[in-house]
T-cell receptor, first 111, second 114 residues
Framework: DAGVTQSPTHLIKTRGQQVTLRCSPK?????VSWYQQALGQGPQFIFQ???????QRGNFPDRFSGHQFPNYSSELNVNALLLGDSALYLC??????????FGPGTRLTVT | GNSVTQMEGPVTLSEEAFLTINCTYT??????LFWYVQYPGEGLQLLLK?????DKGSNKGFEATYRKETTSFHLEKGSVQVSDSAVYFC?????????????FGKGMKLTVNP
């Protein structure tokens, strides 16, 4: 049984560009949450998707957007990248509101 | 809002030493509490959890007790191993937005030397 998978593993982008990160949830899970982990910090909640809709959002600007597909996989999009967006982006899946399982993350570097 | 404050490192211990990582929280109501571990180059793994006051979570020799009176959830291990070297995060479940999100502390990096 595959756990949570994320792609790509690493990504380098230039300021002002746009990026899309992808997440496939653990089998049987229907909810996907995204977190941003800056270097030396704890993860910060970005948003959560359930039934293809954004259910809850953290304190992140509108440059951060997402999507959930009918197969429960999800994308995180970030527009107009800033140097401060450099971080490890973690996806977590769960069955509705139960225990969250984390993927290995995508390391985004903005230059 | 809900928040977690945890002991910050980095901390270096010798193998077989006793480990305590302090964690306190501020929350409305009675959230579930968690300890997550992050090994180098990896994502987060749930280490243990407690869902109500006086519950003790335990796993792999680690223990933590949910103390409502002191709003604490300190992590302990009696004898650490080199393989315990990692970053440890204390977290709580926040249901204020209508669904569960996790609120994390800043993490503590532990290095165990042989």
């Amino acid at each position: 049984d595959a756990g949570v998978t994320q792609s790509p593993t690493h990504l380098i982008k230039t300021r002002g560009q746009q990026v899309t990160l992808r997440c496939s949830p653990k089998s049987g899970h229907d909810t996907v949450s995204w977190y941003q982990q800056a270097l030396g910090q704890g993860p910060q909640f970005i948003f959560q998707y359930y039934e293809e809709e954004e259910r809850q959002r953290g304190n992140f600007p509108d440059r951060f957007s997402g999507h959930q597909f009918p197969n429960y996989s999800s994308e995180l999009n970030v527009n107009a990248l800033l140097l401060g967006d450099s971080a490890l982006y973690l996806c977590a899946s769960s069955l509705f509101a139960y225990e969250q399982y984390f993927g290995p993350g995508t390391r985004l570097t903005v230059t | 809002g809900n928040s977690v404050t945890q002991m910050e490192g980095p901390v270096t211990l010798s193998e077989e030493a006793f480990l305590t990582i302090n964690c306190t929280y501020t929350a409305t109501g009675y959230p579930s509490l968690f300890w997550y571990v992050q090994y180098p180059g990896e994502g987060l793994q749930l280490l243990l959890k407690a869902t109500k006051a006086d519950d003790k979570g335990s796993n792999k020799g680690f223990e933590a007790t949910y103390r409502k009176e002191t709003t604490s959830f300190h992590l302990e291990k009696g004898s650490v191993q080199v393989s315990d070297s990692a970053v440890y995060f204390c977290a709580l479940s926040d249901l204020s937005g209508g669904s569960e999100k996790l609120v994390f502390g800043k993490g503590m990096k532990l290095t165990v030397n042989p």
